[in-house]
């Protein structure tokens, strides 16, 4: 366990020692504000009309939709670049289980993308304070709960793949595309089911996220998103033991 | 300790390791000679624990590397043929994550230990990056010492280091030699008959001579063999005098003043060579032994096993 930490405390802080954590950073605040913009104004428009406030659930709407390109990113190298550099071969000869190194690589890149999660709470306590009712608690709190849900399931699946290749643009492209589907396209074929359609709508990213996000979620939501986290895993921690054979 | 029976480690359909066996004890150096490609990464490997055997038993420190790999990985201390470093870390930094994943108490009092041992000490708070390849792989060897691993595996160690770097760290090899096992590969020659005890010349997988280098030299070298050199040039009067000395088997001229000459082992003829060439009047300038350095065993050992062939 304390290998697990170890790790991921050196990846939360290398991710500080090149560009990359402040461009990921800068990208998600920076679209993550300017819908917080908008949902300003037109809740300040619906107000004058004597409309209720919009819920800021919206905002993360944003922020995972940006995750879908930028978590391959955050999680493209974890793997792949110690295979590519070498020092792979140092940490399976050192006293470290296979998935203690892939569990922990998985943490580091969650405790930096739950940095990010913890600023953008800026923009609801804003947000509160310029509203009148004030913002639903209940709702928000279910709403950051999908977001770390998902965000953990992205990143388990990315640094599984990340563990597959020793190009991270490979483990980018191939995590992005596999997102993509998972999001778009994967709930497709139930629009032409007349029935059994119900295992491709359960298969979709985006209905889990959708259903917490809006706070009416089931625990089969929940199971949903650490099944995906732990299948990653499994799969990194599987993809690293087959380096050892090979 | 290390103990390697039989083994065998298929790549595919290849045959990189051929039924080796060997042994290496405390307090013992063993060098691992041999060409490129000649299995000696790939068996370093799996006495680390990196990769698993096709086949074979191989025991580390007492444990066994398939059945016990991480009490093995705890015991030893490895150093790989590239050295693997995180370039965007400080030295002190790598040195003391690396030993924060083995749980060493004190790990920063034993970093800067170790540093002080591979002559890095000023260099701690530099990054990985900026440093000559010899000072990376110093830090690479700082890190195989990190735990006072009981085995130290070490992959051409002294590669990319000048000659006094090379000199330092064969000290610190021969140092930390004396109370733990190491074993070391390289393709220089010179080296393994300089810092080891004892030397396994491997190639294709298979071992073809294990002995002391001492010994490795003088059961190749069916007969001793001494070059003698006199002021002006060598003529057959001179020749005639050497092979009339009892034991003499064979002497010929090297051309400028140059004379081989061979005796039976355990009949040093050079007192009495040297009387005779004295006493017919030649300037006697020089004569020393020409032991077959390990070049010439190893050339013909590998040679002998391509001739099998």
Redesign the interface.
Known sequence: M??IW??AK?EYN?YF??PLAYIVALVLLFSVGAFFVYLTLESQGRAIYGGPPLEPNFLNVVFVFLMLFLAPAITMRLLSDEAR?????????????DYELVVGKWLGSLLFVLSLVLFSLIYPIIYNNFVDPHIDYKLLLSSYIAVILIVSALLGLGVGISAMFSNQFAAYFIALGLFFILWFVINFPANFMSSGGELFNYLSVANHFTAINNGSFTLGDIVYFLSLTALGLFVGTTAIEIR??? | MIKVRGLTKDYGARRAIHNLSFDAQQGEIVGFLGPNGAGKTTTMRILTGYMPPTDGEVIVAGYDVVEESLEVRKRVGYLPETVPLYTEMAVFDYLKYMGDLRQLPNVEDRVDEVLEMVGLSDRAEGYIANLSKGMRQRVGLAQALLHKPEVLILDEPTIGLDPGQVVEVRNLIREIGKERTVLLSTHLLHEAQNICDRVLIINKGKILAEDTTANLQSRLAGAERVALRIRGEADKDLIKTIQKVKGVEEAEIKGDGLVEFEFAPGKDARPEVAKQVVQAGYDLLEMRPLGMSLEEIFLELTSAEGKKK
């Open positions: 304390k290998n170890t790790i050196r290398n020692n090149g550099m070498g020092t792979l071969e140092l940490l399976l000869t050192a006293p470290v289980r050892r054979w090979r």
